[in-house]
């Protein structure tokens, strides 16, 4: 398996336009997180879907951010309009269980967001 | 929010010492979880250890985990110049978290050669 896919790798924008951020999970896994990077935040969790239906969005910053998830192999993390402080790395993970039960979670090489 | 509060947030070692980062967090779990992320990566599962378990190893890794203290450790024995990370502490199966791991802050490891 190739791992968890996610593209673009980097983006640069201007504030006020749209971002789509993508990724493929591994196949066969029933998880997919959504997390954002910064040296300021950490890593936090912004939203996860189980089966493709978002589970827990509380930690998506607000209602600039939305996530699909369409089908099995495919999810969009989108940003609009986006600000400066939207810059940051997006991680997309998946898993094939709880992480309460001792599941670990697969993640993406990244994408690297840069909003001038 | 962050669970896992990591100490050091850096550390710098010369290749061939050990390497120790420790992790504490605030609620009952029921297992923890080791990352490692090199620079402009994604994080990689390391090892896992469970809320009955005291210590666990794998390979040059040994991960220990005081329940009682809410704390855990990663022992990093005979590091290399590849170890080089940043490692982070997850934990799995809180009170909110029993689908989701709830990440640590970070230690940020150089490994001289």
Redesign the interface.
């Known amino acids: 398996d190739a791992g968890?896919i996610q593209s673009p790798r980097h983006e640069v924008t201007e504030m006020g336009q749209e971002v789509t951020l993508r990724c493929k999970p591994i196949s066969g896994h029933d998880?997919l997180?959504w997390y954002r990077q910064t040296m300021m935040r950490?890593?936090e969790?912004l939203i996860?879907f189980?089966n493709n239906v978002p589970?827990?969005d509380s930690g998506m910053p607000e209602d600039r951010f939305s996530a699909k998830m369409p089908n099995a192999s495919f999810s969009t993390l989108k940003i609009q309009p986006s600000e400066p402080r939207d810059s940051a790395v997006y991680?997309c993970?998946s898993s094939s269980g709880?992480?309460?039960?001792?599941?670990?979670?697969?993640?993406?090489?990244?994408t690297?967001l840069l909003v001038l | 929010s962050q669970q896992g509060e990591e100490d050091p947030q850096a550390l710098s070692i010369q290749e061939g010492e050990n390497a120790t980062m420790n992790c504490s967090y605030k609620t009952s779990i029921n297992n923890l979880q080791w990352y490692r992320q090199n620079s402009g990566r994604g994080l990689v599962h390391l090892i896992l250890i469970r809320s009955n378990e005291r210590e666990k190893h794998s390979g040059r890794l040994r991960v220990t985990l005081d329940t009682s203290k809410k704390s855990s450790s990663l022992l990093i024995t005979a590091s290399r110049a590849a170890d080089t990370a940043s490692y982070f502490c997850a934990t799995g199966g809180g009170m909110d978290s029993s689908y989701k791991l709830i990440f640590g802050s970070g230690t940020r490891l150089l490994v001289r050669p």
Do not use: C
């Open positions: 968890v998880y997180f950490g890593l969790l996860y189980n589970i827990d991680f993970a709880l992480a309460g039960k001792g599941e670990t979670q697969y993640f993406g090489p990244g690297r």
